[in-house]
């Protein structure tokens, strides 16, 4: 008998936060293809446009500790696509203040083991780190965009996870660059030096945050996402 015949583990498990925005919609249909459970978070559950029976949605919000932990539950890996509004609507430090929440949950969740974060491109590494053209370009990007706050609170997220690395489980922050919901676009892969400012599409990046879960060398890391070349 063939030996997939008797495999009968159980589909990994991953938990979502931002499942409805732009990006959180299409890693839930790619993580669903590959076969995952998962378990996502949503103020709504009526905005999830998706039924699947791997799909269990989890009524709450970013500052529900009781649905943060409902959502890790069991999970092997977490991924947080959620960005909040941009602009000036933005909500001073809304994701340190869920990151500051969410963390004790993963280090307690015995079940984890790496935490996938949607940064933006001009966030620099926890030691402050990032290339010169994107220190320049950043400030300057974020204040024309009325982003300046957002900015501000993903370098918060970024230097806190450094501060607080735990041994139970590990990291990805991801800082992609341009993003449109296009129907196709490059393949993306990850690049530790070398930021791009071309467009990527909504959906390839859902594939990539998905695929880079089980990229081991991307854990504990801060990776530009690029168009494969």
């Keep these: 008998m063939p030996d997939d015949m008797n495999d009968t583990r159980l589909p990994e498990t991953l938990a979502l936060f931002g499942a409805t925005g732009a ?111 994107l220190k320049i370009l950043g400030p300057v990007a974020a204040y024309a965009n009325g982003n300046t706050e957002m900015l501000k609170d993903n370098t918060a997220v970024t230097k806190f996870m450094g501060a607080n690395k735990k041994s139970s489980f590990d990291y990805i922050v991801t800082r992609p660059g341009a993003i449109k919901e296009k129907p196709d676009g490059p393949t993306l892969v990850a690049d530790q030096d070398k930021a791009s400012l071309a467009t990527i599409t909504f959906a390839n990046l859902g594939a990539f945050t998905v695929d880079a879960l089980k990229d081991r060398s991307l854990y504990g890391t801060y990776p530009f996402v690029v168009p494969k070349k």
């Design 23 to 133: 990006t959180g919609r299409h890693v839930l249909s790619y993580a669903l293809k590959q076969g995952y459970n998962v378990r996502a978070l949503a103020r709504t559950p009526a905005k999830v446009a998706i039924n699947d029976d791997n799909l269990t949605v989890i009524q709450g919000d970013f500052e529900d500790v009781a649905a943060l932990e409902a959502t890790v539950k069991g999970a092997k890996f977490v991924i947080c696509c959620a960005g909040g509004p941009s602009g000036k609507a933005y909500q001073k430090g809304m994701m340190l203040g869920f990151i500051q929440r969410l963390w004790p949950i993963l280090e307690a969740e015995s079940s984890v083991d790496v935490f996938s974060f949607q940064s933006v491109i001009f966030a620099p590494e926890p030691d402050g780190s990032l290339p010169l053209l």
